[in-house]
Each structure stands twice: as C-alpha cells, then as structure tokens.
C-alpha cells in the first residue's frame, strides 16, 4: 500500500473483512475475503481471500465499479464513497473458475467499510 493510499476497512454480509484501498478520487485496490464460493459440481471452495490491484474511477457522485482479476478469479465491486462521513457501502462479487475448469460463483455480498 502506497503512503497516499487511503484504507476503508469494514466486513461483508457474510462477516468476512473488506478493505477498499482509495487514492484521490480513485479505487486502486481491493482485499476480500469470501466464505461460500461454490463451483458446479466440485462443490464448495471456500473459504478463499481475493486480493486485486487495478483502477477504478469515482464519479461525481461517489459511485464507482471495480473490477479486476484474471478470467479465472475476477472481483467485482460497486459502490458508493460517502466524502462526508469516510464511509464506503456497495457490493462485493467473485467468480471464475480457479483451477477447477468448473464454472464458480460466490453470492453478491453487501458490504460497509469505514476509513482508518
């Protein structure tokens, strides 16, 4: 993590940490750790952390779309950064295939992050 890298750390819905790495009006990176990530017949694969670095620009309105990651394990996170009380809140999503060459997805999982 960079110096002017600002973390929002907070847990998703299945009570798995999250951190959100911002740098000006940007995401640059993102940790999370997933419970349930269930492939199609090999069954459940979890519990699993996904860490990705990337870009994602912050609109005027604080809403953003990351995603990042190969093919295989790709990340993908909505949400909103609130300026005013430091707080993030959006969605949280994996899925791939790992090494399974089966087709993988967790839940969409809500998530709230607070900056530290």
Do not use: K, N, W
């Not at 269930?38 to 005027?60: K, N, S, Y």
């Not at 300026?83 to 997805?105: E, K, Y």
Request: aromatic share 6%; with cysteine; glycine share 14%.
């Amino acid at each position: 993590m960079l110096a002017d890298t600002v973390p929002y750390t907070g847990h998703t819905s299945e009570a798995r940490r999250i951190v959100v790495e911002v740098r000006g009006r940007a995401v640059v990176g993102v940790r999370a750790g997933i419970g349930r990530y269930p492939c199609a017949t090999f069954g459940d694969v979890g519990p699993l952390v996904v860490r990705e670095r990337g870009r994602a620009a912050i609109g005027a309105g604080g809403r953003f779309h990351f995603s990042a990651g190969e093919p295989a394990q790709r990340i993908i996170v909505t949400g909103t950064l609130r300026r005013r009380t430091h707080r993030i809140t959006g969605t949280v999503r994996v899925h791939g295939s790992i090494a399974t060459g089966q087709r993988c997805a967790s839940a969409t999982l809500r998530f709230s992050a607070a900056q530290r």
